[in-house]
């Protein structure tokens, strides 16, 4: 996922992290409210069950000394393993990690894996660090987390400004750190490797394939195809080009794309491919792309469009941006890209939202496949992947959509009570300690 804001000052950040944490706790009492969830249940939803700050030294290229923060939040392991991503960002802190595990526990839920949900990083702006430099500072990050994560305890993947290279670090630091005769048996320790290091083939595009097929099946829901469709993105890192990739393929035009660097239009398309190769050699920014016209960071939000993809960062979509978008259908590729007052206006415009924690599960249903590919000893080829994945993914969006038709309620509503429930029945079944 790209980075979409450049590096914000503490008092906005706080700001940013604070209103996510407070949709999170909106969204999950507005769903629990709904399904009368048990008021005992609620009290230990409503918080985490273990919160991680590290603060550790690394010694940069040219000899000095710098100290980074890290953070490991757990939110809840009732269905199993905690499990979510690392993300390397300035807006990393205690507060996003809280709100992103708590993402992560309903996300894991509604996919109906055996997960509980987590989440951290460190707080860092990577561009500013050489690749020898970033390889120190996850191995230190990794160490210092010690007996904090495992394969059968809490799994990380990528996440923001993270990717393959940072999960082999990881993986080959915990492994490093067990027992020779154990040492194999931990590779899923992460997800989301490289395939030649324990990865899963098709890892890659799993989370964009998500968003894709999720946009597919409501177009479809409509009576209608994806053929002609004009649509947006906000970041155009993986998450953003695989969903682009899979519109287009079907017949979609990429109209406007945002990203750190700036915005982007051209109403008779934007070829896909052509973008990707172009940030490939523009240090990655789409600027100044030749096919397309330069434009305001505030006007991209009222680009005429059909679909609007969000795939950066959380708190995108407000009271101020909601009501410039033009598009019919906002497909959550990032987490938590849409505040309550935001959601509130596009609901009340018609506008249709695919919450995230169904939107872009491909992610995490992936990182399950590679999770038991590892612990199984077992090798998955791109094409078995991906007929899984759809299985599970259309499985999950169906559930939300007849939930949400049954009980008159919106998507995310919907998304959120198959979620919650499912947690609910466990802790039933079980009781609590002691």
Not at 62 to 70: K, P
Not at 77 to 102: E, F, Q, S
Not at 225 to 243: I, P, S
Not at 268 to 295: M, W
């Amino acid at each position: 996922m790209a980075i979409l804001t450049e590096e914000l000052n503490s008092k906005t950040k706080k700001v940013l992290q604070k209103g996510m944490m407070d949709n999170v706790m909106e969204q999950f009492n507005r769903a629990a409210n709904h399904i009368n969830l048990h008021p005992n249940i609620r009290k230990i939803l409503s918080i985490t069950n273990n919160e991680i700050v590290i603060h550790f030294p690394v010694k940069m290229d040219n000899g000095d000394i710098e100290i980074f923060t890290g953070y490991r939040v757990q939110h809840n392991n009732a269905l199993g393993p905690y499990k979510g991503g690392l993300r390397y960002h300035p807006t990393v802190d205690i507060d996003a990690a809280r709100a992103l595990a708590m993402w992560m526990t309903w996300k894991t839920s509604l996919a109906g894996l055996p997960y509980g949900g987590g989440k951290g990083g460190i707080q860092i702006d990577p561009s500013k660090y050489s690749q020898s430099e970033l390889e120190r500072i996850t191995r230190r990050f990794t160490f210092a987390l010690a007996d904090n994560i495992g394969p059968e305890h809490d799994i990380p993947a990528p996440d923001v400004n993270t990717n393959s290279q940072t999960m082999a670090w990881i993986a080959d630091t915990y492994m490093s750190t067990r027992p020779p005769a154990e040492r194999s048996a931990n590779q899923h320790v992460v997800t989301g490797k490289p395939a030649g290091s324990g990865g899963l083939e098709g890892r890659d595009r799993a989370t964009g394939f998500g968003v894709y097929l999720s946009i597919k099946l409501w177009v479809q829901s409509q009576n209608d195809t994806l053929k002609d469709k004009r649509f947006m993105v906000q970041g155009f890192g993986n998450v953003g080009y695989w969903a682009a990739h899979f519109l287009e393929k079907e017949g979609a035009k990429l109209v406007a794309v945002q990203d750190a660097f700036g915005s982007i239009e051209n109403q008779k398309g934007i070829h896909v491919e052509t973008l990707f190769e172009y940030t490939k050699t523009n240090e990655g920014s789409i600027v100044n792309f030749p096919e397309a016209l330069l434009i305001g960071k505030e006007d991209f939000f009222g680009v005429d469009c059909d679909i609007f993809i969000p795939a950066a960062l959380g708190n995108q979509i407000t009271k101020e941006t909601a009501p410039k978008i033009k598009a019919r259908l906002v497909a959550e590729g990032a987490n938590g890209p849409t505040n309550v007052e935001g959601e509130q206006v596009l609901l009340k415009e018609g506008v249709a939202i695919i919450p995230d924690i169904l939107c872009n599960s491909g992610g995490v249903i992936a990182s399950y496949f590679e999770w038991l590919q590892n612990r199984n000893g077992e090798l998955w080829h791109m094409e078995e992947v991906m007929n899984k994945l759809e299985k599970k993914l259309k499985s999950s969006y169906e559930a939300v959509s007849v939930y949400a038709q049954n009980e008159d309620v919106d998507m995310r509503t919907a998304a959120y009570c198959i979620a919650i429930k499912r947690i609910e029945k466990a802790y039933i079944q079980r009781g609590i300690f002691p």
